[in-house]
C-alpha cells in the first residue's frame, strides 16, 4: 500500500523536476510554458438550463439556485405554470409564488427581455446567471409518434431547437418527470432531475446519531483523562483524534470490555468533549409508564426523550422499531406525572396508502381518528402495562390519558403557537422541507417537539429518501446542543414484522 507521499500523479511529476537534475532558467521556462498559461484564462461557457413546470412547482426558488448558470423558460411552461395556480394545495401556492417571483424579475428588468434578464439574488443564493423567457415561435423537429399538442414535447422541441442554435455551450432539460428524462435522453437530448432540494444523494451518509467506539479509543484518548460525578451521572473528559468527528448529543458506546460504556457528547470544544453516562431506561426501575428499553437504540431514544434540556428529538426506524410507542409513554409520564407539559398533541400526513375513500364527516378530531390507528394501537398497549387499580383503574386512567391527548390535522397549524405542548409529528417522512420548517417554527416557550418517520415509506409525490422533511431536519439539527437524534435498528414487534421488514 502506498503511504501518502507515494502518491504523485502524472501531472506532480511533470511540474516538478527531480531533484538531482538542474533547475531551469526562466528563459527556458518562459519557452516551456504552454500558450494558454501565459494568456489571461478563458471564461468557462455557462450551461443552460430549461425548467420544466414541476421544478417550478416543487421549489419556487430554483429560478436563482443554479449560481452563474443561465435559466430559460419555454412557453410551455409558463401557460403550465398558469393552469396550476387556483387552489389550497401545496403545488397552487408554490405556482403562485414561481408567478410572483418571474413579474418581480420581468418588471425590473431595464434591458430587452430577448437578451436575457440578471437573476438578483432571492432566498440566499447569490445568482450570476440571466433569465432567458421564449420570445418566438419554435417548432423543433421531433419525431411523428411524439404529440404535436402536448406541453411536456412542446418543452422538448424547445430543447432540441437551442441544442441546435447554440451548439457551443451544453443546454439541459431539468424535470422531476420521470417519463420526460426518459424521452428526452432517447432523442439524444441531456436532461437532468433538480438536486438542489435534496440533503443527501446517499442516505446511508445521513447522520444516525449513535457512534461506536474503537477498541483502542481509551489508549488514544485517555491518558488526560478527567472523570467526576454529579447528579447520578458520570463525566469523562477526553481528548484525542476522534473528537473532531463527534457531534454535540450524539450517542456514544462501548462494549468490549466487561463493563459496557453508553454515554451522550455532552460538551465539544476542539480536540476535546466531555461525555456524560446514561440512564439505563432497560430496567424496570426506570421504566416510562410501564415501559423500558428493549435494545441499546431504544435505551438512546428514551434518554432524549426525557431530558427537559432537549427541544427537539427526531426519531428514525423501520416499522416495528417502537418509534411512536418510545413517544407516547415519555410524553404521558411527563404530562400526567411530572407536569411538565400540559397536553399532548399528535399530528401527522394524511397521505392515503391506496385509493382516497372521501369525505369524513365529523369534527376536525373526528375527521383526524381513521387516521391515528398507531395511536390507539399503542395507547391499547400503555394502558395494559398499568395493572394499578384493577379493570376499573384501567378505566380511569384511560379516560385521563385521552383527555390529554389531542389530534390536529397540518391543515390548519399555520399561525399557530403551541406553549408547554408535548408535539408528536408521526409519518414526518412525507412532509416537505417547507412543511416541516412550518411546523416545527409553532413551537412555543416550554414545547417539545418529536419527529417520527421511516424514510423507506415515503408516499407524498415528488418526495424522495434524499429530500424528505424528515431527513432535511435531522441534516439540519445535528450537532445544535437542544437537539438529539436516534435511528432505531432493532423490530421488536413480533418476529414475523422483523422478517418481513428485512424479506420482502
Not at 47 to 54: A, E, G
Not at 112 to 117: E, M, T, V
Not at 292 to 320: C, H, K, S, W, Y
Request: glycine share 8%; net charge neutral; with cysteine.
Amino acid at each position: 500500500m502506498l503511504k501518502p507521499s507515494d502518491r504523485v500523479s502524472d501531472a506532480d511529476t511533470d511540474a516538478h523536476p527531480a531533484a538531482d537534475s538542474p533547475a531551469p532558467s526562466a528563459a527556458s521556462a518562459q519557452q516551456s510554458m504552454p500558450k494558454r498559461s501565459r494568456s489571461a484564462p478563458a471564461r468557462r461557457t455557462s450551461k443552460l438550463f430549461v425548467l420544466d413546470t414541476n421544478v417550478l412547482m416543487h421549489d419556487p426558488s430554483s429560478l436563482f439556485r443554479f449560481e452563474e448558470h443561465d435559466v430559460y423558460l419555454p412557453m410551455g411552461t409558463l401557460e403550465e405554470l398558469d393552469n396550476h395556480k387556483k387552489g389550497l394545495s401545496d403545488v397552487a401556492r408554490n405556482a403562485r409564488q414561481a408567478s410572483r417571483f418571474l413579474d418581480e424579475i420581468v418588471s425590473n428588468a431595464v434591458a430587452d427581455i430577448g437578451a436575457g434578464i440578471p437573476l438578483r439574488d432571492k432566498a440566499g443564493e447569490r445568482p450570476q446567471g440571466r433569465l432567458y423567457l421564449q420570445t418566438e415561435a419554435i417548432s423543433g423537429e421531433l419525431p411523428a409518434t411524439l404529440a404535436a399538442g402536448k406541453t411536456d414535447n412542446q418543452i422538448l422541441s424547445v430543447v432540441r431547437h437551442l441544442q441546435k442554435q447554440q451548439p457551443q455551450r451544453d443546454v439541459i432539460l431539468v424535470t422531476k418527470d420521470i417519463n420526460m428524462r426518459i424521452k428526452a435522453r432517447a432523442l439524444g437530448l441531456a436532461a437532468e432531475d433538480y438536486f438542489n432540494d435534496k440533503v443527501l444523494e446517499d442516505t446511508d451518509l445521513l447522520y444516525a446519531g449513535v457512534t461506536r467506539l474503537p477498541a483502542d479509543f481509551w489508549e488514544a484518548h485517555g491518558r488526560d483523562m478527567e472523570s467526576w460525578k454529579k447528579e447520578g451521572h458520570t463525566y469523562y473528559r477526553v481528548r484525542g483524534p476522534l473528537v473532531p468527528k463527534l457531534l454535540v448529543n450524539e450517542f456514544v458506546y462501548d462494549e468490549s470490555g466487561e463493563r459496557p460504556l453508553y454515554a451522550l457528547v455532552k460538551e465539544k470544544a476542539g480536540r476535546g468533549a466531555v461525555l456524560e453516562t446514561l440512564r439505563d431506561y432497560g430496567h424496570a426501575k426506570n421504566a416510562v409508564w410501564g415501559i423500558t428499553a428493549r435494545n441499546r437504540e431504544q435505551n438512546f431514544a428514551l434518554n432524549l426523550l426525557m431530558n427537559p434540556a432537549i427541544d427537539f428529538v427526531t426519531l428514525l426506524g423501520q416499522a416495528g422499531t417502537g418509534k411512536t410507542l418510545l413517544a407516547l409513554a415519555a410524553g404521558l409520564t411527563q404530562v400526567l406525572d411530572d407536569k411538565r407539559y400540559s397536553e399532548i398533541i399528535m399530528t401527522r400526513v394524511t397521505v392515503p396508502l391506496g385509493e382516497d375513500i372521501g369525505f369524513l364527516p365529523g369534527t376536525e378530531e373526528e375527521k383526524m381518528q381513521p387516521w391515528m390507528g398507531a395511536l390507539e394501537d399503542n395507547l391499547d398497549v400503555l394502558n395494559a402495562s398499568d395493572e394499578s387499580g384493577g379493570e376499573w383503574g384501567r378505566a380511569a386512567t384511560r379516560d385521563l390519558v385521552r383527555s390529554r391527548i389531542k389530534v390536529k390535522s397540518l391543515n390548519f397549524m399555520r399561525g399557530r403557537t403551541f406553549i408547554n405542548k408535548w408535539l408528536v409529528i408521526d409519518e414526518a417522512q412525507n412532509l416537505t422541507p417547507k412543511q416541516m420548517k412550518t411546523l416545527v417554527t409553532r413551537a412555543g416557550p416550554g414545547t417539545k417537539v418529536v419527529c417520527l418517520g421511516n424514510i423507506a415509506q415515503i408516499d407524498t409525490p415528488y418526495l424522495t429518501e434524499g429530500s424528505s422533511g424528515l431527513t432535511y431536519v435531522v441534516d439540519r439539527m445535528k450537532g445544535w446542543p437542544h437537539a438529539g437524534h436516534v435511528t432505531l435498528a432493532r423490530g421488536e414487534r413480533s418476529r414475523l414484522a422483523d422478517h418481513a421488514a428485512e424479506a420482502l
